[in-house]
Nanobody, 124 residues
């Protein structure tokens, strides 16, 4: 069973950047498609980005396209989310998730394992 731990969250000013990391242990990381989701207070969990097992295929929600980049390093059992040009509306708890079946997905119900989340706050 894979375990996921997120890191890299924090407080940043609008227009700033952060890089989130999701480190996996346990089951072979490279066998899982992965995703990032976020949840702001009073809102449902929202899809952010996803990446397939070898990193060749990615997908993003429209609101982050051109600003966020998802990537993975299977040798390090780690997935990343580079977030640039951050906006106050990006403020949320960010979760990484692993999906046992191949292929990317924007539906949270397709993911089998979740991390504990890391807080991202964009504010001046």
């Amino acid at each position: 069973q894979v375990q996921l731990v997120e890191s890299g969250g924090g407080l940043v000013q609008p227009g700033g950047s952060l890089r989130l990391s999701c480190t996996a242990s346990g089951r072979t990381f490279s066998s899982n498609a992965m995703g990032w989701f976020r949840q702001a207070p009073g809102h449902e969990r929202e899809f952010v980005a996803a990446i397939n097992r070898n990193g060749a295929s990615t997908s993003y929600t429209d609101s982050v396209k051109g600003r966020f980049t998802i990537s993975r390093d299977n040798a390090k059992n780690t997935m990343y989310l580079q977030m640039n040009s951050l906006k106050p509306e990006d403020t949320a708890v960010y979760y990484c998730a692993a999906k046992f079946r191949p292929g990317t997905s924007s539906y949270w119900g397709d993911y089998n394992i979740w991390g504990q989340g890391t807080q991202v706050t964009v504010s001046s």
